[in-house]
């Protein structure tokens, strides 16, 4: 019956490989977010410290969505091991930095599935995938606009705690 259900998925086995990396991707991201939202939280940046935990429970949305459609096209997900989380950060700017950097790299990774997948004519994968290729879109566009609130207000003293308030969970 393996074998048979394995012939028989209907998504290619290199999508798969590449989704179950993604499904590392976002638990990392997920992790990251914590890590984040814990940094904030000991400094007093606490819509911030909201912001990132709803990122970190985001992520893992994402993940899941992931996971499921794997599963539901019959083939096998897997589940993350996540490690090498970093939790010293030295200021929230570096933090907003990091963290648009992460959104950089994963909508890399799923402009990168997207094109596999047309390539194999893997049409399911690109068809769900499209939610993801807006989400990332706004993603980044949320990280960029805060750290343009740096640029604005400045990095220090009362400015920071400005930024911070006007840091809000969407």
């Not at 890590?35 to 909201?50: G, K, N, R």
């Not at 994968?125 to 343009?148: A, G, P, S, Y």
């Amino acid at each position: 019956m393996k074998d048979i259900a394995r012939q028989l998925m209907s998504i290619k086995v290199e999508s798969m490989d590449m989704l179950n990396a993604q499904i590392q991707m976002e638990g990392k991201a997920s992790a990251s977010y914590l890590a984040m939202a814990s940094w904030c939280d000991q400094h007093a940046y606490l819509q911030s410290a909201e912001f990132f935990y709803h990122q970190a429970s985001e992520e893992r949305s994402h993940m899941m969505k992931i996971f499921k459609f794997i599963n539901d096209c019959g083939g096998n997900a897997m589940s993350p091991e996540i490690t090498q989380i970093n939790h010293d950060f030295s200021s929230l700017e570096e933090i907003f930095e990091t963290a648009l950097s992460q959104e950089v790299e994963v909508t890399k990774a799923i402009n990168r599935i997207v094109a596999a997948s047309k390539k194999n004519n893997d049409y399911a994968v690109e068809n769900f995938l499209q939610w993801f290729v807006k989400e990332q879109l706004e993603e980044e566009k949320t990280m960029r606009d805060i750290l343009d609130l740096f640029e604005i207000m400045g990095r220090d003293g009362i400015a920071l705690k400005l930024i911070d308030e006007r840091i809000k969970v969407e």
